[in-house]
């Protein structure tokens, strides 16, 4: 059983002896009359470590984790950090002493500064990435932050399946603000720091730092992290009220919000007007009501969508 750190306690020379023998499976420990006291007293899911040594040959030890104290009675689990389990007689040593366990979770400066537990290399694929982070902890708590080195591009909606140190946890979506999906472009290259924050009220983990997508071009396009695309372009159309179907730069993942036309510059003509509205997913289309039907006319026009 290891501990989450964050659930260790801790007291100083804490230190008693056995007020009477034990058994190699006993998981009660009763100290020495009134010593308890000198001992931490773990509530739910809280522990602490206590040792015991013989007190006839230091060599014979057992680490034990505590997870209860009532008065001078301590609850435990035997066998720890690579101890066996053994019988233990009256006198024999009871401390609550410092272990390699409990240093090697201690987190080091190179290791807070190297992001040894909150950066990882993705594995997976493009749009369902993985990782895994050294942790004790069994689920993710709200707002942990974390950073994952993607190992592609995104082409579409993402999730991410998270190992924390040997308990793999279920698929999450990948969302920017708003809880939006991604569409694709986001993560924009491989080893890109994805930078996530779980927010447990929508189960996601919430994209901090996604790249926009664009392509600036004469006929381009912008995503932006809420969802919305601005698309833009140049065009020729008929005059005398027909239609013309323009293709998008990129199609709209669901659909059509509003859009603008307007005559180029130069070739404006008397009277008439524009009217823009959607077509398909990958197409708008443009009314022009000025000149005739053999008048030709150069457009810009603008579409934004979702």
């Known amino acids: 059983m290891t501990i989450p750190y964050s659930a260790q306690i801790f007291s100083n020379n804490a230190k008693s002896t056995l007020a009477s023998g034990i058994t190699s499976t006993q998981t009660t420990i009763t100290v020495v009359s009134g010593t308890g006291a000198l001992f931490p007293n773990p509530t739910t899911g809280q522990a602490f470590k206590i040792t015991l040594v013989s007190a006839s040959s230091s060599s014979v030890f057992e680490i034990c984790n505590c997870t ?9 689990v035997r066998g720890q950090e690579g101890t066996t389990a053994q019988a233990f007689v009256l006198n024999d040593i009871v401390g ?9 979770d201690l987190v080091q400066s190179e290791q807070l500064q190297g992001g040894s537990y909150t950066v990882g290399n993705a594995t997976g694929t493009a749009n369902a990435l993985a990782v895994t982070i050294p942790s004790n902890l069994t689920s993710v708590p709200n707002g942990m932050t974390i950073i994952v080195n993607s190992g592609y591009a995104n082409t579409g909606a ?3 399946t998270m190992t924390l140190g040997t308990t793999t946890l279920t698929a999450v979506n990948i969302v920017k603000g708003n809880n939006v999906a991604l569409t694709g472009g986001e993560i924009p290259v491989a080893n890109y720091p994805v930078n996530l924050t779980y927010v447990s009220a929508f189960n996601v983990w919430l994209f901090n730092n996604p790249s926009t997508p664009s392509s600036i071009t004469g006929n381009g396009y912008t995503k932006f992290s809420n969802g919305l695309i601005f698309q833009w372009g140049e065009t020729n159309v008929t005059g005398g009220g027909n239609e013309t179907v323009v293709t998008l730069p990129i199609a709209w993942p669901n659909g059509f919000l509003s859009g603008s036309a307007t005559y180029a510059s130069g070739g404006v003509p008397t009277g008439g ?15 022009d009501t000025a000149g005739t039907t053999s008048t030709i006319h150069g457009v810009y026009w603008t579409a934004i969508g979702f």
């Open 96 to 104: 609550h002493f410092d272990t390699a366990g409990v240093m090697t």
């Open 273 to 287: 007007a524009l009217g823009i509205g959607p077509y398909s997913s990958s197409q708008i289309q443009i009314q």
């Open 158 to 160: 993402c999730t991410l």
């Open 68 to 76: 209860a104290r009532s008065g001078d009675t301590l609850t435990v």
